[in-house]
């Protein structure tokens, strides 16, 4: 990127037919060095008036696909599975608590297939079977959050999807079993900001502002839905199936860089999860997609080299902006959508995965260089003949 601005330099004040198509060959060649998003991806939110905002990062996991390519969840190296024993004090529960990474499986059965987070029906020394994966980008500022997910109907577990920096910075959706109704058709999720005064309460969000129980039009154990979470600065967002379920602002907002956690829980708290499950509990995952900021300065850096704007964000060369597709209940298409499958709209962006076609075209910049150089060359020749 760099290079090319240089080149921008020779633009001739004269002009010949040959020196024309010189330039004519050089830009085409820098054209193709080039790949799409560079300065980063947007969406528009849709509360009066509208929003416009640019994000730099790009994390996509495609559990459904990776499925039938990579028999264990272990080599993605966008994801950590995490493994730690609670005892039910520090579980603040009937049971403790033991994250282990057998418990996370990638499973490949047609429809069903994704991520699958596990709790067990048997306690192991007092301690129920749970499962918790993170990102490995701990960088994630502010962001769109998205993930698909189809939650059990086994009684007895919380289902949380949640960005966290620290206790009291943390933007939860958690989903208990327990709640839901089919009787009634009652399916709440419980939309939380971990803040300062919830810390005074005791770690009981509920009795804050920054709580709010919000219930789903649909059975959330049927099928896979989106639930999203928007952190932006000053205002969180919730989503479910890109329908706005709550909005919340102020203090509670958090500050600080965080990461992703899918968690899948149960410690026989029958004020929450209660449980542990009567039968093992699955949380199945098909995909999560974040566009975010990152706090990293070197990440800063890599935009501002590659945006081919020369870093003011303004994205005014063509498609190096992309619009972040919508999932919408009215148009689910959007689920099928990886900007990381596309070959070249996730050029610098730390994905597990890529497929071989993204490495062709970064290979293919490669060249596309080389090639500059000589006609750059040829051009300096041109001018000292
Ligand atoms: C990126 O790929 C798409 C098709 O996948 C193509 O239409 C577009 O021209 C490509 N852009 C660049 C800069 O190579
Ligand atoms: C994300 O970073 C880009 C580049 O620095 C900036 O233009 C944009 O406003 C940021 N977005 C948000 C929501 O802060
Ligand atoms: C958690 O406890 C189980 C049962 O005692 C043990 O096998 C496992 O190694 C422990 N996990 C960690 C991370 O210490
Ligand atoms: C979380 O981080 C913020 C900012 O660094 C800090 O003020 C707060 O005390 C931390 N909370 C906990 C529970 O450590
Ligand atoms: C549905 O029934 C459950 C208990 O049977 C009750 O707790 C819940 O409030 C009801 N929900 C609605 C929306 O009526
Ligand atoms: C459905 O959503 C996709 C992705 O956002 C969009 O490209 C397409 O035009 C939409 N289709 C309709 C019929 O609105
Ligand atoms: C992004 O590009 C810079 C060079 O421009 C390179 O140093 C860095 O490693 C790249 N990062 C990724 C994730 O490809």
């Known amino acids: 990127m760099l290079g090319r601005r240089r080149w921008r330099w020779l633009i001739p004040p004269a002009s010949s037919s040959s020196t024309i198509f010189l330039l004519s060959l050089l830009l085409s060649s820098s054209g193709s060095v ?34 039938g390519e990579v ?27 033991m994250f282990a990474v057998e418990n996370i499986q990638l499973q490949n059965d ?18 129920v079977p749970t499962a918790e994966i993170d990102t490995a980008r701990m960088d994630m500022t502010t962001g769109t959050f998205r993930a698909s997910i189809k939650l059990t109907g086994v009684p007895g577990t919380c289902a949380a999807f949640f960005w966290y920096y620290n206790d009291t910075q943390e933007i939860d959706m958690e989903f208990l079993s327990k ?18 005064q919830a810390a005074r309460m005791g770690y ?18 049927l099928d896979f839905h989106e639930y999203r979470i928007d952190y932006l600065p000053g205002t969180v967002f919730f989503y479910a199936d890109g329908v706005l379920l709550a909005q919340m602002d102020g203090a509670a907002v958090p500050s600080s860089p965080g990461h992703l956690v899918l968690r899948h829980w ?5 004020l929450w999860s209660g449980g542990p499950p009567p039968v093992d509990a699955i949380m199945k995952v098909r995909y999560v997609k974040a566009y975010f900021n990152s706090s990293a300065p070197q990440r800063h850096e890599d935009w501002a080299r590659r945006c081919r704007d020369g870093g ?41 995965g890529l497929d071989s076609g993204a490495a062709g075209r970064r290979q293919s910049g490669r060249r596309g260089a080389v090639w500059a150089l000589i006609l750059a060359t040829g051009w300096w020749a041109l001018m000292f003949a």
């Open 34 to 67: 080039s790949a799409d998003c560079e300065c980063g991806y947007s969406y528009s939110y849709t509360t009066q008036p509208a929003k416009h905002h640019v994000f730099t990062e790009v994390t996509e996991s495609n559990f459904a696909r990776l499925s």
């Open 204 to 221: 009981d969000a509920s009795k804050t502002n920054n709580f709010l129980k919000a219930y789903l039009p649909f059975d959330p154990t």
């Open 179 to 196: 709640d839901f109704n089919p009787q009634n058709k009652s399916y709440p999720v419980n939309l939380v900001l971990q803040s300062p």
């Open 71 to 97: 028999s264990s969840i272990r080599t993605n190296t966008d994801w950590i599975r995490q493994a730690f024993n609670l005892t039910a004090e520090e579980a603040r529960g009937d049971y403790g608590e």
């Open 312 to 352: 003011t964000g303004t994205g005014t060369a063509a498609n190096s902006i992309c619009r972040i597709p919508e999932l919408t209940v009215a148009n689910v298409s959007a689920k099928d959508w990886f900007f990381s499958e596309k070959g070249n709209m996730t050029n610098n962006q730390t994905i597990y």
């Open 110 to 127: 047609g429809g069903d297939g994704g991520l699958r987070l596990t709790v067990g029906s048997s306690l192991v020394q007092d301690m």
């Open 266 to 270: 149960s410690n026989g708290n029958k």
